[in-house]
């Protein structure tokens, strides 16, 4: 069983290994003690695990079941408590608000065929599942708030960043790592 970050991670083939994205947006997020959290796309839950060290409270949801349970059996394995997590399709079962919102989105063109698929294809561009993201997350941001989306150059930073200004946020890159053929990128969006 891998470590990542002190963290005991079990893994599982339908769940998105912790990868080069995984660790850039772990290195970059920043959590302040007594905020909330959520991170979005949650995988093997080590993002939210990792802000659970400093949150009050984070909410991990991803749309693949055996990721949830995956992220689950990973907060009872580390004996972290102030996490849960749910099943959701982007923001469908979550409310509230929340001082942090992490999401290393899924961005390869194409249609989606197994539970591994969630986490790498992003719908016909890409861009479908980024897009419907940016334009939903500012209704679950606290108003000192912060969003940290991963993506890769292949899926347009420019018109992220264009869309979330259209979204009434400030978007900057704020970390940046070339991996292969591509660079990733973590773009940070604030009121």
Known sequence: ????????????????EPA??????????N????????DMGTGTGLI??????KADFVIGVDINPKAIEL????AELNGIRNVEFRVSDLFEN?????????????????KPEGPIDFAL???ETGREVIDRFIDEVPRYLEEKGRVYLVQSSITGIDETLWRFEKAG??????AKRHVFFEDIVVVQARR
Request: charge should be negative; avoid cysteine.
């Open 48 to 53: 939210a695990l990792i802000m659970a060290r």
């Open 169 to 174: 946020l400030r978007a900057d890159v704020v």
């Open 1 to 16: 069983m891998p470590t990542y970050y002190g963290l005991r991670i079990l893994l599982d083939e339908d769940v998105y």
């Open 121 to 123: 294809v992003g719908g």
């Open 20 to 29: 080069e994205d995984t660790f850039l947006l772990a290195e970059t997020v």
């Open 71 to 74: 992220a689950r059996r990973n």
């Open 31 to 38: 959590v302040e003690p007594g905020e909330t959290a959520l």
């Open 94 to 110: 979550v409310s509230g608000k929340f001082d942090v919102i992490t999401f290393n989105a899924p961005y390869l063109p194409g």
